[in-house]
C-alpha cells in the first residue's frame, strides 16, 4: 500500500487498518472478525447530523482562556503546521483538560452514545490561516470546535455523515481528489462566534476552511479542539497498539504500522 492511497489527513491511518485487516484475513480469519467487530464503534451513524451550540462555554470560562493565550509566547507553542494550516498549537493546557471532562455529558447527549476523552489542543490561526478538505483519524471520532476569539467570522465547511471507512479516491493526484469532494459531495457552511461549539464527526464528515480573509492588518481565529472517542475505544484507535490487543504480533511489523507509529505516535503516553 501506497502513500498514494488515502492521500489525505488520516490516510496513515486508514492505511495501517486496510493492511491490518488483510494480514489478519491471509493469516487468522477469526482474528479478522474480532478486530472487525472492535472497529465497528469507530463509525459514525449516517443519520448524524453536526450541532452548532451556541454560548455552550461560559464567559469565566472564555476570559481564562483568552487570558492563557495572552500570557503565552510563540515559544510555548509548536509550529509545526505553520506554513501547512497557517496555524500555532498548544498542547498539555490543564484548564482545556477540566473543559472537556465538564463537556462529556453534553457530548455524550449530542452524539447519543458514551464518550471518553481523548486528545485536545488549542489552534492559533493567522493571517495564513487554512484548513484543506480532510477527515481526521477516529480518534477525532467526535470533534468538538469552540471558538474563543477572532477578528472575523470565518466559516467552517461540514459535509454529510459519509460512509466509514471511506473508500480511496478515484484519482491518485493531489489537486484532483480534493477537487472531486468539492464537487461531489455537499457541504453546509457553520460560523461560530465567542463562546460558541460545533459538534461534528471529524472522522465521517469531510471539513475544511477556506483561507482566512484579509480584512485586517492582523486576521485571526483562536480556536479550541476537543476531540472525544466511544466509552472504551481509546486503545483500539491507536495502530500501536493493535499487535497487543489483538494477540497479534505480525501487526507491528507490518510497513504501514512502522510508518505511522514512527510518524504519529513514537511518543505516544500511552
Ligand atoms: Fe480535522
Not at 501547512?84 to 452514545?113: H, M, W, Y
Not at 495502530?239 to 507490518?254: D, I, K, N, V, Y
Amino acid at each position: 500500500m501506497t502513500d498514494k492511497e488515502f492521500p489525505w489527513y488520516d490516510g496513515g491511518w486508514l492505511r495501517c487498518y486496510h493492511s491490518a485487516r488483510q494480514y489478519l484475513g491471509a493469516n487468522d480469519v477469526s482474528a479478522l472478525a474480532t478486530f472487525e467487530q472492535q472497529m465497528a464503534p469507530l463509525r459514525t451513524r449516517r443519520d448524524f447530523k453536526p450541532l452548532l451550540m451556541k454560548n455552550l462555554i461560559q464567559d469565566d470560562i472564555l476570559t481564562a482562556l483568552k487570558t492563557h493565550l495572552s500570557l503565552m509566547s510563540e515559544d510555548d507553542m509548536d509550529p509545526t503546521e505553520f506554513f501547512s494550516f497557517g496555524r500555532l498549537i498548544s498542547t498539555d493546557v490543564p484548564i482545556l483538560d477540566e473543559l472537556q471532562e465538564q463537556l462529556a455529558t453534553v457530548v455524550a447527549n449530542a452524539c447519543k452514545e458514551k464518550v471518553e476523552r481523548n486528545y485536545n489542543f488549542l489552534s492559533l490561526y493567522n493571517n495564513f490561516g487554512i484548513c484543506e478538505p480532510h477527515m481526521d483519524a477516529p480518534e477525532a471520532k467526535w470533534t468538538l470546535d469552540i471558538c474563543i476569539d477572532q477578528s472575523e467570522p470565518w466559516p467552517i465547511y461540514l459535509s454529510d455523515t459519509q460512509e466509514w471507512p471511506v473508500p480511496n479516491p478515484k484519482t491518485d493526484s493531489d489537486l484532483d481528489w480534493k477537487s472531486f469532494i468539492l464537487s461531489t459531495v455537499q457541504f453546509r457552511e457553520y460560523t461560530l462566534m465567542p463562546g460558541d461549539a460545533l459538534l461534528f464527526s471529524g472522522s465521517s464528515q469531510w471539513h475544511y476552511r477556506n483561507r482566512i480573509e484579509q480584512r485586517h492588518s492582523n486576521n485571526y481565529c483562536h480556536l479550541a479542539f476537543l476531540h472525544y472517542v466511544p466509552e472504551g475505544c481509546r486503545k483500539r484507535c491507536r495502530p500501536r497498539r493493535w499487535a497487543s490487543l489483538f494477540e497479534q504480533p505480525g501487526l507491528a511489523t507490518l510497513p504501514a504500522i512502522e510508518d505511522y507509529i514512527s510518524e504519529y505516535e513514537s511518543d505516544s503516553k500511552e
